[in-house]
T-cell receptor, first 119, second 112 residues
């Protein structure tokens, strides 16, 4: 099946620093990728939709200058948490949407997630 | 407004027992319904995908049903195992939609 990877799997950083998380579709091209965050025992919250070659679409309440998204190629999207603070500590998950021909139906494949801890 | 509601919110069963999780949706026009399993600290993994014309789909001990008329789906887990302990998420896509609608998930705990 289609595979999506994320790097790093976990990161600890100091408050005020920036952290970049990579999301890669390993065996398919994804024109659309999604970024989610998830707090403990809560559901996935969509942060933004990333389309290759264009600006990301952010959900209401998500600061685009805080969470920078770049989708420079059909297999890579990055999320940069700028000037991270302890309240940004969370589990960040990406997903990639493969072409319809690959999956037969519109679907998403999720990455394994990145655990961010800001001290 | 597109919505997906899952029930129960949480469920505890004994190992070896069966269980059924529910998903009701109001997404329109309907494209497909997907069930995912999310282990703690991991990303969701796809279990089943169903379109309008499919009533049931199985993946091992997991069987999903879909009633497009009543806009309801269920996920039945047979002979539960400890490794089935996870959150199960129902996701519904609309045609011509840029993003899917997620349910809040059902947290299943299987005890020995």
């Amino acid at each position: 099946g289609a595979v999506v990877s994320q790097h790093p799997s976990r990161v600890i950083c100091k408050s005020g620093t920036s952290v970049k998380i990579e999301c890669r579709s390993l065996d398919f091209q994804a024109t659309t990728m999604f970024w989610y965050r998830q707090f403990p025992k809560q559901s996935l919250m969509l942060m933004a939709t990333s389309n290759e070659g264009s600006k990301a679409t952010y959900e209401q309440g998500v600061e685009k200058d805080k969470f920078l998204i770049n989708h420079a190629s059909l297999t890579l999207s990055t999320l940069t948490v700028t000037s991270a603070h302890p309240e940004d500590s969370s589990f960040y998950i990406c997903s990639a949407r493969p072409p319809l021909g690959l999956a037969g139906q519109e679907t998403q494949y999720f990455g394994p997630g990145t655990r961010l801890l800001v001290l | 407004k597109n919505q997906v509601e899952q029930s129960p919110q949480s469920l505890i069963i004994l190992e070896g027992k069966n269980c059924t999780l529910q998903c009701n949706y109001t997404v329109s026009p309907f494209s497909n319904l997907r069930w995912y399993k999310q282990d703690t600290g991991r990303g969701p993994v796809s279990l089943t995908i169903m379109t309008f014309s499919e009533n049931t789909k199985s993946n091992g001990r997991y069987t999903a049903t879909l009633d497009a008329d009543t806009k309801q789906s269920s996920l039945h887990i047979t002979a539960s195992q400890l490794s089935d302990s996870a959150s199960y998420i129902c996701v519904v896509s609309a045609t011509n939609a840029g993003k899917s609608t997620f349910g809040d998930g059902t947290t299943l705990t299987v005890k020995p």
